[in-house]
């Protein structure tokens, strides 16, 4: 299947500071990707639709301001945690969506995960 | 309102032994429906997905699934599990109009030795 990748995977920061996450489809362009946060031993909590060249969309009680997703090409969306805390830490899981071919079956192909921790 | 419902949170099973994990959904529309598992500290791969035709989706790693739409559940099962299968499994609607996915809460699946 179609590979996404994300970077970093682990990534420790002070409080106070921003992180950027990147994800990055590598063979497929990517229309629509989606960003989560997974807390532990819970599911996938959808916090973003993003589409190249447009604002996402974000789900109610996700703060755009905070979390800043930007998508300038079909092959890769960013998400930066903005001035992050210490609740910020989390398990950020970016997927995509692109055409398979003359078959889209809309399905999502997932990054590794971005293990964020504030200090 | 759509929703999915995982209802074990925790499956213990021996090795070699048969699994079902359980996937039920609400919906009063069409949907299609998916089968995730993660590992430890990684990403969602997916298993098996179910679009149209056959009822039964066989997927990676010897799993299948059956929908049932009567009973509008999508449980997966493996015949004879292994060390490796340990995970979490996640069960996903998606609808026929969009491509957001709805999740269950996920089962983690043990095995003993």
């Known amino acids: 299947g179609a590979v996404v990748s994300q970077h970093p995977s682990w990534v420790i920061c002070k409080s106070g500071t921003s992180v950027k996450i990147e994800c990055r489809s590598l063979d497929f362009q990517a229309t629509t990707m989606f960003w989560y946060r997974q807390f532990p031993k819970q599911s996938l909590m959808l916090m973003a639709t993003?589409?190249?060249?447009?604002?996402?969309?974000?789900e109610q009680g996700v703060e755009k301001d905070k979390f800043l997703i930007n998508h300038a090409s079909l092959t890769l969306s960013t998400l930066t945690v903005t001035s992050a805390h210490p609740e910020d830490s989390s398990f950020y899981i970016c997927?995509?969506?692109?055409?398979?071919?003359?078959?889209?079956?809309?399905?999502?192909?997932f990054g590794e995960g971005s293990r964020l921790t504030v200090l | 309102a759509q929703s999915v419902t995982q209802l074990d949170s925790q499956v213990p099973v021996f090795e070699e032994a048969p699994v079902e994990l359980r996937c039920n959904y609400s919906s009063s529309v069409s949907v299609y429906l998916f089968w995730y598992v993660q590992y430890p500290n990684q990403g969602l791969q997916l298993l098996l997905k179910?679009?149209?035709?056959s009822t039964l989706v066989k997927g990676i790693n010897g799993f299948e699934a059956e929908f049932n739409k009567s009973q509008t559940s999508f449980h997966l099962r493996k015949p004879s599990v292994h060390i490796s299968d340990t995970a979490e499994y996640f069960c996903?609607?998606?609808?026929?109009?969009?491509?957001?996915?709805?999740w269950g809460a996920g089962t983690k699946l043990i095995i003993k030795p």
């Open positions: 997927s995509a969506r692109g055409k398979a071919g003359e078959d889209d079956t809309g399905e999502l192909f």
């Open positions: 996903a609607v998606r609808l026929d109009s969009n491509y957001q996915l709805i």
């Open positions: 179910y679009l149209s035709g």
């Open positions: 993003s589409n190249e060249g447009s604002k996402a969309t974000y």
